[in-house]
């Protein structure tokens, strides 16, 4: 597949992965400047089953780190910290956006280009793994 087509398609096809009873919709990478070391990715995870799931950690393919991170601001300081896990109770949905949770994508093999994908790969406490094929898309301003 084309990168074109690829980048169409995460335009008019609404990106969703699942696994069991968890579900990542909306998600992106977007567009990193030449040159940076580390960015985010984003998405909404819901859990639509009967116990709460515990998300423990993420890989990424091609970055040589990626963890869970909180950003925040307090008293007109942002911070950014890591977190160890993220409960997820039945029936709720977790975003994951700029200025809250999020995925770090550290130290990156190659630089991404607009349409390309990258796979995450999500690790739950139980051991179970959800993989979603995340694409990197410009953010316009006001997204």
């Not at 690829?6 to 609404?14: E, K, N, Q, Y």
């Not at 069991?20 to 960015?39: C, E, F, I, K, W």
């Amino acid at each position: 597949m084309t990168r074109f087509l690829a980048f169409i398609l995460t335009l008019v096809m609404p990106l969703t992965a699942s696994a069991g009873d968890l579900s990542v919709t909306v998600a992106v990478v977007p567009l990193a400047p030449p040159g940076v070391m580390a960015h985010a990715a984003y998405f909404n995870l819901t859990n639509d089953g009967a116990e709460t799931r515990r998300l423990i950690g993420v890989r990424a393919e091609g970055y040589a780190m990626a963890h869970l991170h909180r950003s925040e601001e307090m008293a007109d300081v942002a911070t950014m910290t890591a977190v160890d896990a993220i409960d997820i109770a039945p029936g709720q949905s977790i975003v994951f956006k700029p200025g809250g949770l999020h995925v770090m994508l550290m130290h990156p093999a190659a630089m991404q280009a607009e349409g390309d994908t990258v796979l995450l790969t999500l690790k739950f406490a139980n051991g179970e793994t959800l993989p979603v094929q995340v694409p990197v898309t410009r953010l316009r301003h006001g997204s």
